[in-house]
Nanobody, 118 residues
Framework: VQLQASGGGLVQAGDSLRLSCAASGGTFTNYRMAWLRQAPGKEREFVAGIRWNTPITFYSDSVKGRFTISRDKAKRTVSLQMSSLKPEDTAIYYC????????????WGQGTQVTVSS
């Protein structure tokens, strides 16, 4: 399984940004796809997740209502639409995948930097 994240950049507070994760090398049936992030000096944290087979989504409280995760099964991509960005959203964002019953992620993309200036 390979995951390739893209779409990061430098934006201003209040702007929007869309991250994309291209998935390959697996069928992803019964997988849970997710975005996690790691800010400087902080531990990696969960941002949003989605089941590959169904549109069930999960969000951290810090991004609920501002971020939307989606997946395109035909294109084999998972996207994270981020709106109303805040400086505290600044982090390296990683896409990840795992079998839906597991609590840890087995596959990781390389990360993409998101920087939100105030």
């Amino acid at each position: 399984v390979q995951l390739q994240a893209s779409g990061g950049g430098l934006v201003q507070a209040g702007d929007s940004l869309r991250l994309s994760c291209a998935a390959s090398g697996g069928t992803f049936t019964n997988y849970r796809m997710a975005w996690l992030r790691q800010a400087p000096g902080k531990e990696r944290e969960f941002v949003a997740g989605i089941r590959w087979n169904t549109p069930i989504t999960f969000y951290s409280d810090s991004v609920k209502g501002r971020f939307t995760i989606s997946r395109d099964k035909a294109k084999r991509t998972v996207s994270l639409q981020m709106s109303s960005l805040k400086p505290e959203d600044t982090a390296i964002y990683y896409c990840a995948a795992t079998y839906y019953t597991k609590n840890t992620y087995d596959y990781w993309g390389q990360g993409t930097q998101v920087t939100v200036s105030s």
